[in-house]
């Protein structure tokens, strides 16, 4: 990514470090450690897992669709060189966020390998979405979220890396309350 401008590189480091620690604390982790969740309101390890995995798909396709809506020739269609960081997300450190809408719930019990390969392809198409950004003015394509209102694409993407960081600490919540399965 070193040709891409500063900006999109920075916000992919942001998502790819977030990323890489939710990947090691879910590393090792047994199925039954995975399904373990602390209450029933609670959610499991590879619930967390399967939900930051559909909604970053959901991301993706939305930075497709509003790609697609780009005029060739219009203001949208040049990415700012001056930009050196995207607007921040409306999801601040130790947010708790709220509830899931159904679009983005996840499943109780898949494989835990099966999630974290997932995760990890899933990661990789973004990389290609992250990529489009630099031919265009991501500030100029925005979308409605259905808690914070319209965010630009920038926003989006920086709401994915907020995302993980807030279920990141959820991961470690489950990992550390009481009754979690010893490791096998």
Do not use: Y
Request: with cysteine; glycine share 6%; net charge neutral.
């Amino acid at each position: 990514m070193d040709s891409l401008p500063n900006a999109i590189q920075r916000l992919w480091s942001e998502l790819e470090r977030v990323r890489a620690d939710v990947l090691r604390e879910v590393d090792g982790l047994s199925q039954r450690q995975a399904d373990f969740k602390p209450s029933d309101a609670d959610w499991s390890v590879g619930e967390i897992v399967d939900h930051l995995t559909i909604a970053e798909t959901a991301t993706s396709k939305l930075t497709t669709k509003l790609l697609k809506e780009v005029q060739a020739g219009s203001a949208a269609a040049v990415f700012p060189h001056d930009l050196a960081e995207f607007g921040a997300a409306p999801l601040r450190e130790g947010d708790e966020g709220g509830e899931a809408p159904p679009v983005v719930r996840p499943s109780h019990g898949k494989p835990i390998g099966t999630l974290v390969d997932t995760m990890k392809a899933t990661r990789t198409r973004s990389r290609e979405s992250i990529e489009r950004l630099a031919d265009c003015d991501p500030r100029r394509l925005t979308f409605k979220h259905f808690r914070f209102g319209d965010m630009d694409l920038g926003q989006w993407w920086r709401l994915t890396a907020a995302h993980d960081a807030m279920h990141l600490r959820q991961i470690r919540a489950v990992k550390t309350a009481p009754g979690f399965p010893p490791r096998a």
